[in-house]
């Protein structure tokens, strides 16, 4: 009799309850005996990015798992060499395990991109697909590419319904930088896993640093200002910001940049507006207060967590500066922005009118 074992793969860097959840929605909707949690040795799309230690990702792979008998901790990918190709990982242990039936576990995007992996005949061939299907895609669409796929490589696959999570192990990286809190991560991180990154200091640098502006940025930091044009709630034209801004944030080392080695990704402004301060909404025991503006990120890099990653470095500048309080105006409309600081724990002092729009008034201790 044949073992039914369900293989999830990945990075895991790091685990996170995303990882969990799916595995449990696979075994409330197949008989498995296990599954194998199997970090990647290099991922094939990751091959010339930073990964964590395998050390690492294996400890807390192991701690994520540890309390669910079904769950096991596989290296069989990190003992072979090369790249991670699911299609030599799933030759390779079906060779040396005959007697295992394997069911690999995929998420709903992946199976749209199935074709365009290594080999995919050999990876439908060696498994059946588990493919994830979240309760908040249209599954007419993932019907017809299971249809399709069935019919091309004579191969099972099998839907497993989940709710949508939306987790995101790279997010998670930038966030940890500047919040180390476990607070913030209690939704997506164990506390065992979220424990072992503090103990061994992962995750402390990232592909980009936060620095104050210099002259020599003026001109991409105003390109990136116009790309914000349009937007949504966004009130900028092309009067403000502007070079005279830039300028007046230069002289005072108020405009901190995110940049890469290649571009200059955000930028934001911390400052004292005295006709903010004057609102009467505000706690004057928490003065001097002090104020964020012109958070701006690029588009291609929005939705990122990089605004988060941004604001958290921003109440720390302001912090060191010796503000008490942090002060916030958002526009009534704009519901992503009420929902994000709403995770901050802002308090809602009030409301005003200023600049020609209706704002709401929010406030944070520092």
């Known amino acids: 009799m044949k073992n039914k074992i369900g293989i999830l793969g990945g990075t895991f860097d790091p685990i996170h309850l995303g990882h969990i959840k799916m595995a449990e929605a696979v075994l409330s909707s197949i008989d498995l005996d296990e599954i194998y949690f199997m ?19 294996c400890n807390m792979v192991k701690l994520a798992i540890e309390d669910n008998d ?8 990190l003992l072979r060499e090369g790249p991670s190709y699911t299609a030599d990982t799933l030759t390779m242990l079906k060779e040396q395990n005959p007697n295992l039936e394997i069911y690999f576990i995929i998420g709903g995007d992946s ?34 590419i299971i249809t399709h796929l069935n019919s091309k490589y004579e191969c099972k696959i099998i839907p497993v319904n989940m709710d949508k999570i939306n987790i995101s192990s790279t997010k998670i990286r930038n966030n940890l930088v500047f919040d180390r809190n476990y607070s913030s991560y209690e939704n997506i991180l164990s506390k065992k896993v979220f ?14 640093e936060i620095v104050l502006a210099k002259e020599e940025d003026r001109a991409e930091v105003l390109k990136l200002y116009k790309s914000q044009i349009g937007r949504e709630f966004c009130p900028w034209t092309d009067e403000y910001p502007s070079n005279e801004t830039i300028d007046f944030d230069l002289k005072r080392d108020a405009l901190y940049i995110m940049k890469n080695d290649k571009q200059i990704i955000a930028a934001i402004s911390v400052e004292e507006d005295e006709d903010v301060d004057n609102l009467d909404c505000w706690n004057k025991n928490l003065f001097p207060g002090g104020e964020l503006a012109r958070l701006a990120v690029l588009p291609a890099w929005q939705n990122k967590g990089i605004a988060k990653i941004m604001l958290l470095f921003g109440m720390k500048a302001l912090q060191e500066r010796g503000f008490k309080s942090i002060h916030f105006l958002v526009n009534k409309k704009n519901t992503k922005a009420l929902k994000s600081y709403s995770a901050f724990d802002f308090h809602l002092a009030g409301e005003c009118f200023m600049y020609d729009q209706d704002f709401l008034c929010y406030e944070k201790e520092l």
């Not at 290099?42 to 050390?55: D, M, R």
């Not at 079904?70 to 990918?77: N, Q, T």
């Not at 995919?120 to 019907?143: A, G, H």
């Open 111 to 144: 199976l749209k991109n199935i074709e365009s992996w290594y080999k995919p005949e050999i990876v439908m061939k060696n498994c059946t697909l588990l493919t994830i299907v979240r309760d908040d895609v249209d599954n007419t669409k993932m019907t017809e």
């Open 39 to 57: 970090p990647s040795k290099i991922p094939p799309h990751k091959l010339h990015k930073n990964v964590t230690e395998e050390l690492h990702r």
């Open 70 to 77: 079904k769950f096991v901790f596989s290296d069989f990918d």
């Open 195 to 208: 424990n072992y990154i503090i103990d061994n200091d992962l995750y402390i640098n990232s592909d980009y």
